[in-house]
């Protein structure tokens, strides 16, 4: 079965602070992983993805296969990162409808 | 605005009545994707087509859920004699697949709230 585990609810860091978000995930196969981002009163939109292994905002994500995990991680944590954030898979090039973790709300606190 | 757009964004209706939501998708996109949320999960996905073929229904789609996208256009999500457990935020999404998939991008959403 798919599945997508995002352990913490909530997240509350200081501004300047690393951020990790957890992301693990249950896929028999190979998934794509993916982070979108809901920031307040806006639309869920795509943060990045790891076949693109980019920096968005100052966001990495590495796909560990061993661990199945996709975290999230910012070196420093700035107030406007403060948004819900989703983690999410989908089978071998997209062809599967996304499947999305519960999300964790990341509160960056001045 | 030219990305998903959904109408209406707001809907109350009384146990026992039907809704319909609509979903115009961006222009180029040959799917669409309807998911559901509720308060404290992720969007689940609910059904998606390629063109105007309704290619997967999840198990959450019960016989009072209906999709269609007639002409791959625009899509509808109909339900019939609501429950207040159909209370929740519908969210449509669509993405352009060749090869692969572009990225999926989401519309504002309907909320329905059923009384």
């Known amino acids: 079965a798919q599945r997508v585990t995002q352990p913490e609810k909530l997240l509350s860091v200081f501004k300047g602070a690393p951020v990790e978000l957890k992301c693990n995930y249950s896929?028999?196969?190979?998934?794509?992983l993916f982070w979108y981002v809901q920031y307040s009163r806006q639309r869920l939109q795509l943060l990045l993805r790891?076949?693109s292994r980019e920096s968005i905002k100052g966001f990495t994500a590495d796909l560990n296969k061993g661990e199945t995990s996709f975290h999230l991680k910012k070196p420093f944590a700035q107030e406007e990162d403060s948004a819900m954030y989703y983690c999410?898979?989908?089978?071998?090039?997209?062809?599967?409808?996304?499947?999305f973790g519960k999300g964790t709300r990341l509160s960056v606190i001045a | 605005d030219t990305g998903v757009s959904q109408d209406p964004r707001h809907k109350i209706t009384k146990r026992g009545q039907n809704v319909t939501f609509r979903c115009d998708p961006i222009s180029e996109h040959n799917r669409l994707y309807w998911y559901r949320q509720t308060l404290g999960q992720g969007p689940e996905f609910l059904t998606y087509f390629q063109n105007e073929a309704q290619l997967e229904k999840s198990r959450l789609l019960s016989d009072r859920f209906s999709a269609e996208r007639p002409k791959g256009s625009f899509s509808t999500l109909e339900i019939q004699r609501t429950e207040q457990g159909d209370s929740a935020m519908y969210l449509c999404?669509?993405?352009?697949?060749?090869?692969?998939?572009?990225?999926?991008?989401f519309g504002q959403g309907t909320r329905l709230t059923v009384v």
């Open positions: 896929y028999s196969g190979s998934p794509e």
């Open positions: 999404a669509s993405s352009f697949r060749q090869v692969r998939d572009t990225e999926a991008f």
């Open positions: 790891h076949i």
């Open positions: 999410a898979l989908s089978g071998y090039s997209g062809n599967t409808p996304l499947v």
